[in-house]
């Protein structure tokens, strides 16, 4: 079975604050991928990052980076130095064999000025 | 790159009506494009998978007469509400890529609101 858990719903940092976004999946198959979508208020899903199931070297990119760790099944997103527009629901994604993509149930992230 | 467009983004109907969205990727040719449902405040729901020139493939407890999907080329594809209640007011989002397992490309979405 394949499941993907944001076991944080909602979470508010302060400006300026770091802050993790936790993500764990489950999956039978050896070979998947996993993805990181951004959805602001506006509704639209921003593609972040994408990781196979190979790779486990961690990712930065500007203020994000990404920490796999297949041994612990997580997919942990980090955001340094929070800004207002990072305020969205974040979903992390699992692809899993051949099959369609699973989504978390997503964590609301509020950035307070 | 891999830009997804939707339109319309909203929709005001009234119950009994059609509502036609479409679903087009700009600057790619998608080979699969998918159609997801979202209530507030929750995850997106896959209905139908659905790959260029052939049938969408419906996840179990959507109703494909209800909900038709065409995929008529590589840059469109398009999904119908047929004869639409108030219970499928929702938010309908479509995502394109070049394949199953390779990176979904999301539209912008469209709000349907059926009176």
């Known amino acids: 079975a394949q499941k993907v858990t944001q076991a944080q719903t909602e979470i508010s940092v302060v400006e300026k604050e770091d802050v993790t976004l936790d993500c764990v999946y489950e999956?039978?198959?050896?070979?998947?991928?996993l993805f990181w979508y951004k959805q602001p208020p506006s509704g639209e899903l921003v593609f972040l990052i994408r990781?196979?199931?190979?790779?486990?070297q961690n990712e930065i990119s500007g203020r994000y980076s990404w920490n796999f760790q297949k041994s612990t099944s997580s997919f942990n997103f980090t955001i340094t130095a929070s800004q207002v527009v990072d305020s969205a629901v974040y979903f992390c994604?699992?692809?899993?064999?051949?099959?369609?993509?699973?989504f978390g149930t997503g964590t609301r992230l509020t950035v307070i000025p | 790159g891999a830009v997804v467009s939707q339109h319309p983004s909203w929709v005001i109907c009234k119950s009994g009506t059609s509502v036609k969205i479409e679903c087009r990727s700009l600057?790619?040719?998608?080979?699969?494009m998918f159609w997801y449902r979202q209530f507030p405040k929750q995850s997106l729901m896959l209905m139908a998978t659905?790959?260029?020139?052939?049938?969408?493939?419906?996840e179990q407890g959507v109703e494909k007469d209800k909900f038709l999907i065409n995929h008529a080329s590589l840059t469109l594809s398009t999904l119908t509400v047929t004869s639409a209640h108030p219970e499928d007011s929702s938010f309908y989002i479509c995502?394109?890529?070049?394949?199953?397992?390779?990176?979904?490309?999301f539209g912008p979405g469209t709000r349907l609101l059926v009176l």
């Open positions: 995502s394109a890529s070049l394949g199953r397992q390779e990176t979904q490309y």
């Open positions: 999956t039978r198959d050896t070979t998947y991928y």
């Open positions: 990781r196979n199931s190979f790779d486990e």
């Open positions: 994604a699992l692809t899993p064999g051949a099959n369609n993509l699973f």
């Open positions: 600057d790619f040719q998608a080979t699969t």
């Open positions: 659905s790959n260029e020139g052939s049938k969408a493939t419906y």
